[in-house]
């Protein structure tokens, strides 16, 4: 669920609001009962195997959206490991906790060095479904990073150049929110999350010779200014070929601009590495540039979202903002329908991982219909699910 859902249900009158929190607890309840969500034919694949391999992929957290309708899972983010190192694409809600584990796991149970083979965070945009987590490594990271390592590399949006149009467009135009900088990008973030933290980071400095996070994360904006001056519609133009991002001696890292407007810069991830390439597509609707990014890929780590729940939010919702609500939630993101047909199957991907799934109960039945006109294998994302590359 995305953020403009959780204004609509808050602006909600109360007896309504109930009516809307019960249909998502509903989810809530359907996912507990339901069979793990392993797609028909891949049911060896449980969340506990380690797969073992110099490259994997791991979903640490696959929840979509800002809404926690499920507390058993945590929201989005994505890690590859080729050999000692780790790349992590986005810091949902509660992925620290799993990312901690992940990285204790690979240092065979240090706690004191849970993050030593982190290489580098990519965030896919500044909605706080995806970057939530990242105020918590920030703030924590270097006092479980006690081995020397070079500098985290962060990656991430810039400040947008406007702010998104008002949604619904009848809607009158809201107060803006720090109007000296209301859009910062991963950097602007950050010089924040400096100052929230000061009195913390300057006790521990004092009192405990506290690395301080500047000497740990190096923090970069991905500069979309060749590309792209974003206005407020937010629609991202076709691009001829990918944007290089950066290369860590044998990964290489690349992104391309996803549609998920109106909110932008979005970006979707490519790693290339010896043994096989990984797409995480962020939040976009069905995107030719994400196609193109994701060609050949041996995986394709794709949002999705069940359109059903659409539906039923719609039906819900006040007749003035609930049709607004569907069409916002089916024109930014990707259905079950047209995550395989529209995307995988063009891009020609070998492998297709559902994730960022909206809403995080859906039922495993339900997803595998995206298998419906893509020839590939498909793989409903788990939290933790690893696979080899
Ligand atoms: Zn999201
Ligand atoms: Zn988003």
């Not at 506990?48 to 929840?63: C, F, M, P, Q």
Request: aromatic share 6%.
């Amino acid at each position: 669920m995305c953020d403009v859902v959780s204004r609509a249900v808050n602006s909600m009158p109360e007896r309504e609001r109930g009516e809307v929190l019960a249909a998502l607890a509903e989810d809530a309840a359907v996912a507990a009962s339901a069979s793990p969500r392993i797609a028909p034919g891949f049911e060896a694949m449980a969340p506990s195997d380690r797969a073992g391999g110099r490259t994997r992929l791991v979903t640490v957290g696959v929840a979509g959206g800002p809404v926690i309708s499920n507390p058993s899972r945590v929201g989005v983010c994505t890690a590859i490991i080729h050999a000692d190192r780790m790349y992590v694409v986005d810091l949902g809600v509660g992925s620290l906790n799993r990312l901690a584990a992940l990285g204790q796991r690979e240092n065979g149970g240090d706690s004191s060095n849970t993050f030593l083979s982190l290489r580098a965070l990519f965030f896919t945009h500044m909605h706080s479904d995806h970057c939530v987590d990242w105020p918590a490594l920030y703030a924590t990271g270097t006092m479980m990073a006690n081995k020397a390592t070079d500098p985290v590399q962060v990656f991430g949006p810039g400040r947008r150049d406007t702010l998104p149009r008002v949604f619904p467009p009848h809607r009158p135009e809201p107060s803006v929110i720090e109007p000296d900088d209301p859009t910062p990008g991963i950097e602007g973030m950050t010089r924040y999350l400096r100052k929230a933290f000061a009195a913390d980071f300057n006790d521990r400095a004092r009192d405990s010779n506290f690395k301080i996070p500047d000497d740990w994360f190096d923090v970069h904006d991905i500069d979309h200014s060749p590309h792209w001056t974003v206005d407020p519609a937010g629609i991202p133009p076709r691009l001829s070929g990918p944007i290089e991002v950066w290369e860590d001696g044998d990964v290489r890292v690349t992104a391309t601009l996803v549609d998920h407007h109106p909110t932008a810069p979005a970006y979707g991830f490519r790693f290339d590495t010896p043994d096989g390439s990984i797409v995480v597509s962020g939040d976009t609707t069905v995107s030719e540039n994400l196609i193109d990014l994701a060609h050949g890929a041996d995986y394709l780590v794709h949002e999705v979202i069940d359109p059903a729940f659409a539906d039923r939010l719609a039906s819900i919702l006040p007749p003035d903002v609930g049709p607004a609500v569907r069409e916002h939630l089916l024109t930014a993101h990707t259905t079950v329908e047209q995550v395989g047909r529209d995307v995988a199957e063009p891009a020609g991907v070998r492998n297709l991982v559902l994730s960022h799934i909206v809403p995080s109960t859906t039922p495993a039945d339900v997803l595998a219909a995206a298998q419906d006109g893509y020839s590939g294998r498909l793989i409903i994302g788990e939290d933790m699910l690893e696979l080899s590359v």
